[in-house]
């Protein structure tokens, strides 16, 4: 099993940063792909980010590319996400998985494990 628990959310005005973390513990972390997904009040959970084992690959959404940076640090079991230029369309609750695999999907499907979320708020 796989424990994760994500931290650093809050409120941030628009054009601010905010840096989650995602600390696991449980399944060897080094050898799991780790996704970040949020979820917006009345819509689906969605794809933000994803990193893979070793942290030589990362893949993001659109909406996110360029203002959003994923990375991992292996000895600390630690998962983070770098928001910046953050906009109010940005507010979500944030939630890490982990995946069974190397695989770094793109859907919720691809991973068994989640953490308990952390909101962010953007304000406008």
């Known amino acids: 099993q796989v424990q994760l628990v994500e931290s650093g959310g809050g409120l941030a005005q628009a054009g601010g940063s905010l840096r989650l973390s995602c600390a696991a513990s449980?399944?060897?972390?080094?050898?799991?792909?780790i996704g970040w997904f949020r979820q917006a009040p009345g819509k689906e959970r969605a794809f933000v980010a994803a990193?893979?084992?070793?942290?030589?690959?990362?893949y993001y959404a659109d909406s996110v590319k360029g203002r959003f940076t994923i990375s991992r640090d292996n000895p600390k079991n630690t998962v983070y996400l770098q928001m910046n230029s953050l906009k109010p369309e940005d507010t979500a609750v944030y939630y890490c998985?982990?995946?069974?695999?190397?695989?770094?999907?793109?859907?919720?499907?691809?991973?068994?494990?989640w953490g308990q979320g952390t909101q962010v708020t953007v304000s406008s």
């Open positions: 998985a982990a995946a069974p695999s190397p695989i770094m999907a793109v859907t919720t499907r691809g991973y068994d494990y």
């Open positions: 990193i893979s084992r070793s942290g030589g690959s990362t």
């Open positions: 449980g399944r060897a972390f080094s050898s799991t792909a």
